[in-house]
């Protein structure tokens, strides 16, 4: 078997279980940055869980490029990434408006499209985000194939430049901006590598970049730490993976059924966060540590059970 084969093999069977990792390394991100929680000597890895975002923008960079170039034909592939992400997030976000609207007072700004728009651009910005990569994606994988490394430089260059102009001006809305130019490497990236699977092989020039790469996550100021994820990602997505494979099986299973939710469970947290849901269940049980991870395993919980209803529905629709 050649080592293509067998790279390939790798991330696609440990897909949904680095998926998994992800969602869980960003939840505990964002309780380390919006509530201040501390989990002691682990600090310093919940610290850099921003690079959750981008193993879900490599690996989706990475997938699209063997599913787009298996049929590049952009009509089918558009629908078949809207019919993947716009339902479940429709979905959603009313449900969550319907959960606000009987918690508040005012219900008037869930009829107004400005209020569904800036959740999708700000509040829910990953999902902009890859949509708005979704729709580049011909481009990019067009460029990749004939002419991969301006096409890698290019990317690095439009996203260094729009963080800078952006972190120069005083526009709050536009600087919102600042975390999609981030990530447009990583995910141009993903499509290289699809390209050039045979550059995986060489797993010790990531690691190097990896070792090289991390005390940036810790130097830069944020705006641009985010850009120095795409230098550590690769490294950190070929150790997990291969970690993966030592995982008990059933551990595993878990990881897979939480990985295959993982935009439920993206959505549910971060609505569970900005709702102070976290805090509540931190007034219950005292310990900031217990509380999260009640939190992490109720956002898990529904996720999953979301992503099996939703499904059922989709399916009944297709039939």
């Known amino acids: 078997m050649s080592t293509k084969k067998t790279i390939y093999k790798q991330l696609t069977e440990t897909r ?7 969602c869980i390394w960003i939840f505990f991100r964002h309780t380390f940055y919006y509530n201040q929680y501390s989990y002691g000597v682990i600090d310093p890895i919940i610290q850099i869980g921003d690079c959750g975002v981008d193993i879900f923008m490599f690996l989706s960079g990475y997938g699209l490029f063997f599913s787009y170039n298996n049929n590049p034909n952009p009509f089918i592939f558009y629908k078949k990434r809207v019919w993947r992400i716009i339902p479940t997030v429709m979905i959603l976000l009313i449900a969550f408006a319907i959960t606000e609207s009987i ?4 219900t008037t700004k869930y009829f107004n499209l400005s209020y569904w728009f800036y959740q999708i651009y700000s509040n829910y910005w990953y999902i902009g985000a890859i949509l708005l990569f979704y729709a580049i ?5 067009a460029s990749a194939i004939r002419q991969t490394a301006l096409t890698l430089f290019l990317s690095l260059i439009i996203s260094l430049g729009g963080i800078i102009l952006l972190d120069m001006g005083n526009n709050a809305a536009f600087k919102q901006l600042i975390v999609y130019f981030a990530r447009l490497p990583i995910f141009v990236i993903g499509c290289i590598m699809g390209y050039k699977s045979k550059w995986l092989e060489k797993s010790w020039i990531f690691l190097s970049l990896l070792l090289l790469g991390i005390p940036l996550l810790y130097i830069f100021p944020k705006e641009y730490q985010r850009l120095c994820y795409c230098i550590t990602t690769v490294g950190f997505i070929l150790i ?5 494979y030592m995982l008990p099986r059933s551990t595993a299973k878990i990881f897979n059924i939480l990985g295959k939710a993982s935009l439920e469970f993206y959505l ?3 609505f569970m966060l900005s709702n102070n849901v976290l805090s509540i269940i931190n007034k219950i049980i005292p310990s900031q540590i217990i509380a999260s991870f009640t939190c992490l395993i109720l956002a898990s919980i529904l996720a999953i059970l979301t992503h099996l209803f ?3 529905i989709l399916k009944r629709c297709i039939a």
């Open 268 to 270: 549910i947290h971060i």
């Open 137 to 141: 994606f011909p481009i990019i994988y």
């Open 103 to 106: 918690f508040r007072d005012s």
């Open 240 to 244: 997990i993976s291969k970690i993966s």
């Open 16 to 22: 949904y279980i680095l998926f998994a990792v992800a």
């Open 310 to 312: 939703i499904s059922t």
